[in-house]
């Protein structure tokens, strides 16, 4: 297998531009999440989602986040509008988990966005 | 006061020695994961523990859930060792400690 396919690795674009995070989860896994990291923060849940069921979006910073998931195997994050304060590096990770448990995750390689 | 804190943030460390990581947490949790990142920046699972002690290679793991606390330890410490080890602990969602950046050198 693979492993969780990110894209794009790197992504450097303009504030105010639409910006669209792309995964590909490890095939049966059914928990995807995706996660941000920066330096001042470090590691931080954005949402995950549950046999393709957003569980729990309280991490998305607002409403310029969006996510889906319309398929097992396919997941975006979007940003509209871009902004500089959301330069991070966006890690996308899967797993098998239950209603109260992560389980063991499998992470992306992340998504490198520069926003300038 | 964070949630899980890592100790030492940063450590050095000369190739062969022994290291340990701590990781303290004050919520209730079904299990314990620590992580690996390269600097390259993959994130490699290591570790997912919710009792005792687990053993891989050199890296050893251990919790104790009444002292909400948690130690990862490397035997033989290599050069290749050098990354930032994460705590994340799972009460129904993972919550990260800031990580601990460890350097071995030769």
Known sequence: DAGVI????HEVTEMGQEVTLR???????????????TMMRG???LIYFNNN????DSGMPEDRFSAKMPNASFSTLKIQPSEPRDSAVYFCAGGTSGSS???????????????? | KNEVEQSPQNLTAQEGEFITINCSY???ISALHWLQQHPGGGIVSLFMLSSGKKKHGRLIAT??????????????????????????????????????RLQVFP
């Open chain 1, 101 to 116: 448990y992560t389980g063991e995750l499998f992470f992306g390689e992340g998504s490198r966005l520069t926003v300038l």
């Open chain 2, 26 to 28: 004050s919520v209730g």
């Open chain 1, 23 to 37: 995964c590909k989860p490890i095939s049966g896994h059914n928990s995807l999440f995706w996660y941000r990291q």
């Open chain 1, 43 to 45: 590691l931080e849940l």
């Open chain 1, 6 to 9: 990110q894209s794009p690795r």
């Open chain 1, 53 to 56: 069921v957003p569980i729990d």
């Open chain 2, 63 to 100: 919790i104790n859930i009444q002292e909400k606390h948690s130690s990862l330890h490397i035997t033989a410490s290599h050069p290749r060792d050098s990354a930032v080890y994460i705590c994340a602990v799972d009460p129904d969602k993972l919550i990260f400690g800031t990580g601990t």
